[in-house]
């Protein structure tokens, strides 16, 4: 074989394999393209996938560096999600402990475990709270972040309403009773651990809604609420129970003297006045301590005992403070069973009346009675006046007491008025409380008795106390001008144990004036104290009043009266108090004094 044909057939061959490489190559480029668009679709699979996650995704290896985020994440920064990859975690946060943070969650094995941690973006410098939830896929892991920020602002704003009152910004009786119940359970597991809880009332606050108006007080109760929170400890917690109560938490103090330490501090601070809305406002608190003891189980006890001791400070003279005893509890029992018996007795009408006569002076000569109100308690039996009146003013069911008596003495005396027809008429003087003027329909219901009962309403004498009247001048002058236009006659009781005021005397549609008993028994003791009553009696006349002394019970002191001109005159020297019987007795006797 020639040299020139080997050589063609090398040739030949490279040639060949040259095909065969150029063909393997372009097979092997068309694989990668291939493989590189397959891969391409998967990047693209996977990019979807990470973008449908409604939250920030990120996909994080050993290295704390990016191999992948989804454009929500990305778009928070305003980049593009290939701009992270392979960029350290932490190259645009600002947020402190960032790396530290991602560091320590990627470390830990535990699979979908979450975290919650704030986060700095950089393009407007907004802490957003996110929760974060990490899934392991072998050396790298995945987070993905929820912005939570307005849930937990939602969440935030949901607890402070529930907890905290709208108008001070203090805890409110739910947040207050749950610290309270974990001081119980501190106690509990603590020896020699004390807490107290100081309960407040304002006295007369609601002059200042009835004079300034709902807007001031709103003003006053949250500048207390401050004035509170600088008197007590940063430990301690101070919450409104609502209208002008407040309750003091005092936490881990050493006994007693510090529980009164902090109630003087407070009473000390309201001694200066409030300026609000250029009107300066004093106000004057009386407060109620109730110190933790062993047997003490709920909170609600607590609670109770202080309200107590505060109620205590109020009967006590106000302004003041008392610390809670067990006495307390048992006077309290007893009052509410004192409150349920006078509910019970109302319905059942268990109450009676007795009736002590009026003598007129000049003639020796029975005028009139007054109606005072007996009751026959169930199971504890007959009840003084000054042991239930005082319970029923302040529970207001004076109100319904009062128009019972008023209905029975119209009867009875319309009854004698028909029995005794050669007597002399008779007037029967019935009591009004302070809070009959405050019913809208005290007038017409007095005509509507007077109606049914038909007693003619010049025989009808109406006492009002001087400090009812005094509550409120303008208003109890607008009634009784109403009730004298019925022809109901008007006196004013227990003249010169209020407020000794003699200005709104002349104002007042007033027939008869009632000296009070403590001017009579006192007529004895010297010239001073008949100078007062003469100066009482002679201010009566000149206002064209006539006058009763109330009390009279000696001869000496009948005398007086009669030697200083007093119309009217009842007491124990005439007659006691009695019930129907005894009285028409007298009155078939028909004495002269």
Request: proline share 3%; aromatic share 8%.
């Amino acid at each position: 074989m020639s040299t020139d044909h080997q050589e063609s057939q090398a040739i030949a061959a490279l040639q060949e394999q040259l095909a065969r490489e150029v063909a393997l190559r372009e097979q092997a480029e068309q694989s990668c393209e291939q493989a590189e668009a397959a891969l391409q679709e998967l990047r693209d699979q996977f990019q979807a996938v990470l973008d449908a996650v409604p939250g920030g995704v990120s996909w994080i290896n050993s290295d704390l560096q990016y191999l992948g985020i989804n454009s929500r994440l990305a778009s928070t920064y305003n980049l593009n999600p290939k701009d992270f990859i392979g960029r350290p975690i932490g190259f645009l946060s600002n947020s402190p402990g960032f790396t530290e943070f991602v560091r320590e969650f990627v470390s830990s094995d535990e699979q979908g475990a979450s975290r919650e941690l704030d986060m700095i973006i950089e393009d407007n410098r907004r802490t957003y709270l996110v929760m974060a939830q990490k899934y392991l896929l072998g050396q790298s892991a995945v987070f993905v972040g929820i912005d939570i920020t307005e849930r937990k602002q939602a969440e935030e704003k949901l607890f402070h309403e529930a907890f905290y009152d709208k108008l001070t910004g203090l805890p409110n009786r739910a947040l207050y009773m749950e610290r309270l119940d974990r001081a119980l359970e501190h106690a509990k597991r603590r020896e020699n651990y004390f807490f107290a809880v100081i309960f407040l009332d304002f006295d007369d606050f609601k002059l200042v809604n009835d004079s300034l108006g709902h807007m001031v007080g709103d003003l006053l109760l949250a500048a207390i609420a401050r004035r509170l929170e600088s008197a007590i400890r940063s430990v301690d917690t101070v919450a409104r129970l609502g209208g002008d109560e407040f309750v003091i938490l005092l936490d881990d103090i050493e006994g007693l003297k510090d529980a009164t330490h902090i109630a003087e501090r407070i009473q000390r601070s309201l001694t200066v006045p409030f300026m609000l809305n250029e009107q300066e406002i004093f106000t004057a608190v009386s407060i109620g301590i109730a110190l933790n003891r062993s047997d003490y189980e709920r909170p609600v006890d607590l609670l109770r005992d202080a309200d107590t001791a505060m109620y205590r400070a109020k009967v006590q003279g106000r302004n003041r403070y008392e610390v809670f005893d067990r006495t307390m509890h048992s006077e309290v029992m007893q009052r509410l069973e004192l409150e349920t018996d006078l509910h019970r007795s109302l319905d059942q009408e268990d109450f009676l009346l007795n009736y002590q006569p009026i003598v007129h002076l000049g003639s020796g000569k029975i005028s009139g009675f007054e109606a005072l109100v007996r009751w026959q308690r169930p199971q504890r039996g007959f009840t003084i006046p000054a042991d239930f009146i005082p319970c029923a003013e302040e529970t207001g069911l004076i109100v319904r007491l009062d128009r019972w008596v008023l209905r029975e003495a119209c009867f009875q005396m319309k009854e004698w008025q028909q029995k005794f027809l050669d007597h002399a008429p008779l007037t029967m003087n019935v009591n009004l409380s302070s809070r009959q003027f405050t019913q809208p329909d005290l007038v017409d219901y007095i005509g509507q008795v007077l109606k049914e009962t038909q007693l003619e309403p010049q025989y009808l004498k109406l006492e009002i106390t001087e400090s009812a009247i005094m509550e409120n001048v303008e208003s109890v002058a607008t009634i009784l001008k109403d009730l004298r236009t019925l022809g109901i006659q008007m006196s004013i009781d227990d003249f010169g144990t209020g407020y000794s005021s003699l200005s709104y005397l002349h104002r007042l549609p007033l027939n008869t004036l009632k000296v009070d008993r403590s001017f009579v028994t006192q007529i004895d003791e010297g010239n001073e104290n008949l100078e007062i009553v003469r100066a009482i009696i002679t201010l009566a006349h000149s206002l064209s009043m006539d006058v009763v002394a109330e009390g009279i019970e000696t001869a000496n002191q009948l005398m007086h009266f009669r030697g200083l001109q007093c119309e009217y005159a009842q007491g124990h020297l005439f007659a006691a108090a009695a019930d129907k019987d005894t009285i028409e007795n007298i009155i078939m006797q028909n004495p002269q004094w």
